[in-house]
């Protein structure tokens, strides 16, 4: 007996599923999640350039990907490993909040942000620097902590988290063609280091949430959040090259939160990147907004973020390029002196 449509699609997408490359266990996943994996994968057959996805929907820990292992140019995403590093040396004593760095001449990078016009000897804390290297992606806010933390040490701590993909290789020179293959990293690392903060054990607890409160207080808001409706809060870290757009985060949808990592380079025309991140966002927040009432019927209880995020700015995006958990002050707003320009 022939198959009615409904069976057709069923098959259709079960073998879209079986068949999406960069996801071994594609074929394992079901409903929504099934669905969600088909579409990416239409979606990529018609991709600029060269793309990776990975989407982890966090109550079921199920995880959707296209190209998901490949090494890309990070771009400016490579500062939440940055990030990552400076909470670890909080958290071993070495450096807190209000430690001052100055700025030397070897910092100072054109490509994007503020500090770079600061003559050498201007004096920023840990605190600053952070909102400065994620919020407004300041590039020689980024290389004054990675000068104090560590190239070394960054790359090791991305090791130890099992993340071999993800490689600093140099300061960032966004003059230098070099960055695009001195910054490394793949959709699928970005997501294991977003989930370690949504699920409050990157680092230690209080590292986790300050962590997502910064990545909350994004200004280049052009890339993932876009068409997304206006009161879904994301916690997110673009990153652009010449011909490179990325967009990593978590989205706070109300009862389906979930990871998103969305990389493209090799593009012909940013704009074209753009479109695509828009697609596989809307995609994405769709396919996931179906999943509560399937989760619920397969038993599975919902992921519950520890604390709503705060209200977010929403603008287009632009190429740019006290020691102890108990005592250290929050940084739950930007410094001072901060811009709301946007991004690398």
């Not at 239409?42 to 600029?48: F, M, V």
């Not at 519950?304 to 977010?312: D, G, I, L, Y």
């Amino acid at each position: 007996m022939p198959l009615c449509r409904r069976g057709l699609v069923s098959l259709f997408v079960a073998l879209l599923c079986a068949l999406a490359p960069g996801y071994a266990g594609a074929a394992q996943l079901s409903g929504p999640l099934g669905s969600l994996q088909a579409q990416l994968s239409l979606a990529t057959n018609h991709a600029p350039g060269h793309v990776a996805i990975a989407v982890e929907d966090l109550a079921t820990g199920k995880i959707s990907g296209i190209n998901d292992d490949a090494s890309l140019p990070a771009a400016s995403t490579i500062k939440i490993p940055v990030m990552v590093q400076v909470f670890k040396e909080m958290e071993a004593g070495e450096i807190d909040l209000n430690t001052v760095v100055h700025m030397e001449a070897r910092d100072r990078d054109w490509g994007w942000g503020d500090m770079a016009d600061a003559p050498p000897g201007t004096a920023r804390t840990v605190r600053q620097l952070l909102w400065l290297m994620i919020t407004e992606s300041d590039n020689t806010a980024t290389n004054m902590l990675i000068r104090r933390v560590g190239r070394r040490d960054i790359n090791k701590t991305m090791v130890d988290l099992g993340l071999h993909k993800t490689h600093l290789g140099a300061d960032i020179r966004s003059e230098t063609e070099t960055i695009r293959y001195a910054l490394r990293t793949s959709a699928h690392d970005m997501l294991d280091l977003l989930d370690g903060i949504a699920r409050d054990k990157l680092v230690d607890s209080w590292s986790s949430r300050e962590m997502l409160t910064i990545l909350e207080g994004q200004k280049h808001n052009g890339l993932l959040p876009a068409p997304l409706p206006k009161d879904v809060k994301i916690a997110h870290k673009t990153g652009s090259l010449h011909d490179t757009l990325n967009d990593v985060g978590i989205v706070f949808q109300d009862e389906e939160p979930y990871i998103i990592a969305v990389m493209t380079t090799q593009l012909p025309d940013l704009d074209l990147g753009r479109a695509f991140i828009h697609k596989i966002s809307r995609i994405t927040y769709n396919e996931l907004s179906r999943l509560a009432s399937w989760r619920e019927q397969a038993g599975i209880a919902a992921f519950s973020p520890f604390r709503a995020p705060q209200p977010q700015v929403t603008a287009p995006d632009m190429r740019m390029w006290d020691t102890g958990a108990t005592s250290l002050p929050a940084v739950s707003s930007p410094p001072p002196n901060s811009s709301s320009e946007d991004d690398s």
